[in-house]
């Protein structure tokens, strides 16, 4: 400790102690000029090969849709045969179809689900779902959901019981697109909280995909997570679903808990209002 203490005292390790660390600092900061750079490039890059895939893309769907031309003969077209390897470009298809199928219904959207399937690009998005990084996971569960995959209903089902929130409501929302209800039944047996934000999600996913049958959405208000059975109520409120108030009137005469019983009681006014 005298030794350091002495050596402190005189100095001497300051200049070079300075110059060490400017070097280290010019060093460190011309290699992040040259991350900068490469990042620049191929950031530039890939925007540049997304527009030339973008024309054969756009020309392959076009005669799809509206030529009615074949998957097969679409394959035997040099330059889309010649980029259908690629990866990027397969991610570039993949993307384009998925934003296209939202804005086409019946017979052009049927086209592009099948050229989904036929060009593979389903069974990379399936692939996503053994993916360990759950944002990779929301993508391929939006990407089949989205497509109208059903198959992928069980394993998106199995992801959906996730704790990780973000995976789990996008998981959530994919088996009610696929499923209706039955996307949601499992949950009669989830032993884990359901928060407020996950629960508007779901709600918000019933609306939004028109579920006409709800036969089983009553098997929540019989969990014995009294969040699962508030989810319930919910539902059945927001859906005006008129036809379970008697489910509704049994959980008011036997609740778990006074909240439940004092949402129970305000969901069955509301219903029996709406009868009058």
């Not at 179809?97 to 989904?116: C, D, P, R, S, V």
């Not at 499992?186 to 709600?203: A, C, G």
Request: aromatic content about 10%; overall charge positive.
């Amino acid at each position: 400790m005298t030794n350091l203490w002495e050596l402190y005292k005189n100095g001497t390790w300051v200049e070079p102690f300075l110059s060490l660390s400017i070097d280290l600092f010019v060093g460190a900061s011309f290699l992040l000029y040259l991350l900068i750079i490469w990042s620049r490039y191929k950031n530039i890059k890939k925007e540049k090969l997304q527009k030339q895939y973008s024309i054969v893309i756009e020309k392959a769907i076009f005669s799809i849709i509206f030529q009615d031309i074949s998957f097969s003969e679409i394959q035997q077209d040099k330059e889309y045969a010649a980029l259908a390897k690629n990866s990027f470009f397969r991610e570039v298809l993949t993307e384009t179809l998925i934003n296209l199928h939202k804005n086409y219904e019946g017979a052009y959207a049927q086209k592009l689900e099948e050229f989904y399937q036929q060009a593979g690009l389903m069974d990379k998005s399936l692939k996503k779902l053994k993916n360990l990084k759950w944002e990779i996971k929301c993508k391929g569960i939006s990407e089949l959901a989205e497509m109208n995959v059903t198959e992928a209903f069980e394993g998106i089902l199995n992801v959906s019981k996730s704790r990780n929130k973000t995976l789990k409501i996008t998981a959530l929302n994919a088996c009610i697109k696929l499923a209706g209800v039955k996307g949601i039944t499992h949950l009669s047996s989830h032993p884990f909280p359901i928060d407020e934000w996950t629960q508007v999600n779901i709600i918000h996913a019933f609306k939004k995909h028109d579920i006409g049958d709800t036969k089983g959405v009553e098997l929540l208000l019989h969990s014995q997570n009294t969040t699962i059975v508030s989810l319930g109520l919910k539902i059945i409120k927001e859906l005006r679903l008129t036809q379970k108030a008697s489910y509704v009137a049994d959980l008011a005469v036997a609740p778990p808990n006074a909240l439940i019983q004092y949402e129970a009681q305000n969901v069955l006014k509301e219903l029996t209002a709406q009868t009058i």
